[in-house]
């Protein structure tokens, strides 16, 4: 069977945490998209890791760990996240990198870089990781394959060509040093050293497993609202977020994904700039950031504080439904343990008028939230294992939230560990 982990708003939803969950029953985890941009953090026996490009099972050794043809290989990123989780005693990790995926070039950070300098306070709010110059490349038809490592003719002549288009904008655009040939060559040859032992035709891989009846993973990279279709564009991320793109990212048929695991958080946070209408600010924010997640909310990879606010159950309801979700995980519920009331975002005026609807970002920015309060639970929630021992309070803003989103929650998570769950 094929399931996905996906998020159902701006990222950071503890993704990482129901990957790593699931992994116990997986035999293949599959990463379909984005890249080293983005971090899941993950609390396990071997301790505390923050992971940016391997697949969440790689802490398991029954688990084979794919990078998909949706992802932005960054091949160093790779080798060094491999490096870090090996040094500190997890035994060295299957994994297999399809022979389809691209290659992020040195030059995609750079250029990154040199964009939000050239924008300066009109910037995206980049991770300046090479996500955005990398995809436009591989749109472009100008991205380097893995698979193109291994023809060094004809991918001198791509070089050449890549060098020519990028030089103008280098010299003229950006007025800095310009791409040379042969030192994009000697990168690329060593890419190809580091990587050949993993280079697999996962789809082929992937369709031999499900023959087998192996239960295969796909995990999701930030959340919907940041998806370049269905998210707040233009302040998406460059790549689907969606389990629909799975099947593409991976290279399985979309019918065979027929479980959608969508996290959602039990507030709400965002890294970056964006339409956010819940948001909250002030000491209130800084409570919240101080207390969320696992150490507060802090971006993983950029460590970025996070911006702050309630649940939205408009922006969560269709980050559901755009996902397809089948069930949800309801996560970092015991963070709001502290509060004597929770507000929560039920409807957004625009203009006057009170819809229930995520609308295009444009509408977006006039929005305000509308919000519905409910009595908080003011009692430590960690260490509970049954649904039933929750306090009357949690229990209805769970249901509240159920209600609202028309998914069933099947996962509550009351803390970072790999065991402390709720199932229902
Ligand atoms: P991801 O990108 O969706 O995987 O999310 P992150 O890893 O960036 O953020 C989730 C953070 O919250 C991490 O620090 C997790 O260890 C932590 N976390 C996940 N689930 C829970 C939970 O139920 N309770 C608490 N307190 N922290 C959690």
Redesign the pocket.
Known sequence: MVSAVV?ANW???????ITDMLGEESDIIVRFQGGSN??????NDYGKFALHILPSGVFYDHTTSIIGNGVALNIPDLFDEIKGIVDRGVPMPKIKVSDRAQIVMPYHILFDQYEEERLAGKSFGSTKSGIAPFYSDKYGKTGIQVSELFDEDALREKVQGICEQKNVLLEHLYHKPVLDVEELMATLKEYRKMVEPYVCDVSAYLFEARQQGKNILLEG?LGSLKDPDHGIYPMVTSSSTLAGYGAVGAGVPPYEIKRIVT?VKAYSSAVGAGEFVSEIFGEEADELRRRG???GEYG?TTGRPRRMGWFDAVASRYGCRVQGATEVAL?????LGYLDELPICVGYEIDGTITKDFPTTSQLKKAKPVYEVLPGWKTDIRGITEYDKLPENCRKYIEFIEKELGVPVKMI????GRH?IIHR
């Open positions: 998020g990222g950071d939803e503890g993704k990482g945490k983005a971090g899941h953090t993950i609390v990279q996290v997640g696992d150490g993983a996560t970092v519920l015991d963070v998570s009351n803390g970072p402390e």
